[in-house]
């Protein structure tokens, strides 16, 4: 039987709500000065405070809560952005222009950041800054009605360059956009004489918790800016394991076609231009269109690793000699650092589609490297219903640090 605050908060993760708060305003990074990211801004949705107030109520209603067990509110209004930012693309020498959502709670100032990394979306009108349905609800609203100003790239590929392939769970890329649209976000804020506080924090869900892994790497070893606390969560941190735990495995797998995106994305990021061939039996190669990698969703495939992977490409992956796909592994894992700012790892003891190891991979690495790391598991949950008991953990934290 789940408490009654237990389900306040669940409530949360499905409305918005707004509180504020005031940080000392600190100086904007160097390396804003350095190369100023921030192409554009526009407003993409508004949200009133009586909005909020029906929307808090009706949620109440449905959740079969009584008034009286929740406390009074005084709630904002939250307005989205739609950010347009440079940034760069693997391949590419030049900057493009990548977009994002920033959400920001009206009538207050001086919030630190979130940077929220988005879970895998393949239809492009679901990314953060193409729909304001999408951009004005969940996490990121939640959060900023909490007083957090929320940055939420869309990554490459969607958005502004929907017209490129995403370099789906490219641990680099990932890391860039998000942390090039913290940067655009902090331009936007200070030109708007909103004031930032001296707080970063970062979180995000599957491929979002290995964005947000990535991101934080970046920022502690290459970036100007410093993180007060990390949360990912049910992310692939710990590739080279991983793809070794998949090809071992003689059964149907839930994400099979996921993981061939991944293979995809490692094949033209890293210049390894095998023909799908290489890696899948036909009739299944033929049946996947190679310049289009979402065609993995649609085709006919067996979704068994023993059947599915040809047998030269299993026995690379099972081999101790190194290949060029086990390297591409090796540089896109993110467990094994040391981290400065706290981490928190979530995921669900069940999850079938991100395994556990990749979180339990990483306490143990970054731990004995001297991070201060601690791992959350979510007992019998699996990927999709871990997401809850996640949303509230990462709430109550980040709440606790403002």
């Known amino acids: 039987m789940m408490s009654n605050s237990k389900y306040y908060l669940l409530v949360f993760l499905f409305i918005i709500s707004a509180c504020t708060t005031d940080e000392e305003i600190t100086d904007a990074p160097k390396e804003q000065h350095k190369n100023e990211v921030l192409v554009d801004a526009e407003i993409v949705k508004k949200i009133s405070s009586s909005e909020i107030d029906l929307l808090f109520k009706n949620a109440i209603e449905l959740a079969g809560i009584s008034e009286e067990l929740v406390p009074p509110l005084q709630f904002k209004g939250i307005t989205v952005y739609k950010l347009t930012y440079k940034t760069s693309y693997p391949g590419m020498s030049e900057k493009i222009i990548a977009s994002g959502a920033l959400v920001i709670p009206d009538d207050s100032k001086n919030n630190s950041i979130i940077s929220y990394q988005h879970g895998t979306i393949t239809d492009p009108k679901h990314a953060p800054s193409f729909s304001s349905e999408t951009a004005s609800n969940g ?5 900023a009605s909490l007083g957090f100003y929320v940055s939420v790239p869309d990554y490459l590929g969607y958005g502004e360059t929907a017209n490129l392939h995403h370099p789906y769970e490219h641990g680099e890329s990932l890391a860039t956009a998000s942390y090039d649209m913290i940067l655009a976000s902090r331009k936007f804020i200070a030109s708007n004489e909103y004031g930032v506080g001296d707080k970063l924090f970062l979180t995000g869900y599957s491929e979002g918790g290995y964005a947000t892994m990535a991101l934080h790497q970046y920022i502690e070893e290459k970036g100007d800016l410093t993180v007060t606390a990390s949360a990912p969560a049910a992310g692939a ?3 080279s394991e991983l793809a070794s735990e998949i090809i071992s495995k003689d059964e149907p797998l839930p994400f099979i076609r996921n993981y061939l995106w991944v293979l995809d994305t490692y094949n033209w990021v890293h210049k390894i231009n095998k023909p799908w061939s290489y890696f899948i039996n036909e009739p299944y190669a033929s049946n996947i269109d190679p310049n289009n990698p979402l065609s993995v969703f649609d085709a006919e495939l067996d979704s068994n690793p023993s059947k599915l992977f040809t047998e030269s490409f299993r026995n690379e992956i099972s081999s101790e000699e190194t290949s060029s796909f086990k390297m591409a592994l090796k540089e896109n894992d993110r467990f094994d650092w040391k981290a400065n700012a706290k ?15 990749n979180s339990t991979s990483a306490h143990k690495a970054m731990k004995e490297k001297g991070s201060v790391v601690e791992l959350f598991p979510f007992e019998g949950k699996n990927h999709f219903t871990a997401v809850n008991d996640y949303s509230i953990g990462v709430l109550i934290w980040f709440l606790s640090q403002k």
Do not use: E, I, S
Request: without cysteine; charged residues 20%; glycine residues 4%.
């Open 139 to 143: 996490f990121a609203a939640l959060m």
């Open 237 to 239: 941190y710990n590739k």
């Open 343 to 357: 981490v928190r790892l979530y995921y669900g003891t069940k999850d079938d589609f991100v395994y556990p190891l």
